[in-house]
């Protein structure tokens, strides 16, 4: 019965071969294109946080009570070696780095900008989330005698500075003086995070504790293994030391966790739209099948074919529509996002306008079978309610009143 059934809605549809396959090349592009978007915007914005979260955040950060609010220098972690002990016995802590970070003012002979200081170890950062991988100039060290200084790529070019050229940075130091130290460019780096491409100083934290007057640190940033834990470990030291305030990087940069939202809320908005566009495209052509073979129906009926036969009959032809649509689109996605995922899509031609949004010019897609799983649920929603109007259409009809007119 079922062999029947496949058989006789199979030479339905290729009796109408030209419509049948435009519907499915209708569905196969809307669904590739879907992919392709929804893999590319997924990937450029998962590069940006991982730029932010490299650069600067890491996934988690610790700072003084607060510092993030007052920005006042002399709120540093004082009970920085027992969280370092803490950290190192931690089993979830992948790596962790301690930094000073503090506004300042950087100048040349024929210009001056404010500025974000950050007093770091180069080994360290090249360990914890290689740093050293954004150097765009010049090499990832401040010179034998740690008077060097790395700079973002678009303030070197404020500044109009290059490796080797001067710089004087001033800054508050722990006592409300105003401290100034000369330095020299070593490198220019690029991170794609706006914050530290336009204002980002990085220093030598041991020179620049001497510089501000500091004993300790005010950031400590942790990578972990499992980030899905994350809300445990910032329980767990906000319960043990009660001098902190603990960061996750959505919380230091909630324009990029909004921009991962808007994300997921556009996908779901393109997902509705496939849906409409399969069941559209399928309903038309399920409801110009039926009304053309009203005639066939009828005399299926009146020599005593159950409905649910019918039904399964025209259940198959709009359900071959839509898997064959669904297969095609989800292969030529799948293989797109695979090729870009591995060569990235190359936009160096808009790189000076994506600078000025903190993305790469090469961005690398993502694939994830989640994307495959909501086109499945979307196609095989359009297709069953792309029937339910024309099997009412069919119910109704009279056998015998169909045959005789």
Do not use: C
């Not at 991962?260 to 052509?285: L, N, P, R």
């Not at 071959?320 to 996002?337: A, D, N, R, Y």
């Amino acid at each position: 019965m079922y062999k029947l059934i496949i058989k006789s809605a199979f030479a339905s549809l290729m009796k109408r071969k030209v419509r049948t396959f435009l519907v499915i090349f209708m569905i196969a592009s809307s669904l590739w294109g879907l992919l392709l978007m929804q893999g590319i915007y997924d990937g450029m914005t998962q590069q940006m946080i991982n730029n932010a979260i490299r650069s600067d955040s890491s996934q988690l950060s610790i700072f003084a009570k607060n510092f993030r609010s007052q920005k006042d220098i002399s709120l540093y972690i004082k009970s920085s070696k027992q969280i370092e002990e803490f950290l190192i016995n931690e089993p979830n802590v992948k790596s962790f780095i301690s930094r000073i970070v503090t506004s300042g003012l950087v100048a040349t002979a024929k210009y001056s900008k404010n500025t974000s200081i950050y007093g770091i170890d180069v080994k360290d950062e090249t360990t914890h989330a290689s740093l050293d991988g954004y150097i765009k100039q010049g090499e990832f060290n401040f010179g034998k005698k740690n008077r060097g200084a790395i700079i973002g790529f678009q303030l070197a070019k404020k500044l109009k500075v290059g490796i080797g050229k001067k710089i004087i940075l001033s800054a508050q130091n722990i006592d409300n003086q105003v401290a100034s130290i000369s330095l020299k460019v070593t490198g220019i780096i690029k991170t794609n995070n706006m914050a530290l491409d336009e204002g980002g100083i990085f220093i030598n934290k041991e020179r620049a504790k001497i510089f501000l007057g500091l004993k300790s640190v005010n950031q400590i940033s942790i990578m972990l293994n499992d980030y899905s834990k994350v809300d445990m470990l910032k329980a767990k030291l906000k319960t043990t030391f009660n001098d902190i305030e603990v960061f996750d990087w959505g919380e230091l940069y909630p324009a990029l966790l909004q921009t991962e939202q808007i994300m997921k809320s556009f996908s779901y908005i393109s997902y509705i739209i496939v849906f409409f566009t399969a069941t559209i495209g399928i309903f038309g052509v399920v409801l110009v099948s039926v009304l053309e073979r009203l005639r066939e129906f009828g005399v299926l009926r009146a020599i005593g074919t159950k409905f649910k036969i019918i039904v399964a009959m025209v259940f198959f032809e709009s359900f071959f529509i839509g898997i064959v649509g669904l297969f095609l689109g989800s292969l030529i996605g799948g293989g797109t996002l695979y090729y870009f995922s591995l060569y990235g899509l190359d936009l160096s031609n808009f790189s000076d306008a994506l600078d000025e949004f903190g993305m790469d010019a090469i961005t690398y897609a993502v694939i994830k079978l989640e994307y495959f799983i909501t086109a499945f649920i979307a196609v095989f929603s359009a297709t069953f309610l792309s029937i339910l109007v024309p099997l009412r259409v069919l119910k109704k009809s009279k056998p015998i009143e169909v045959i005789n007119g």
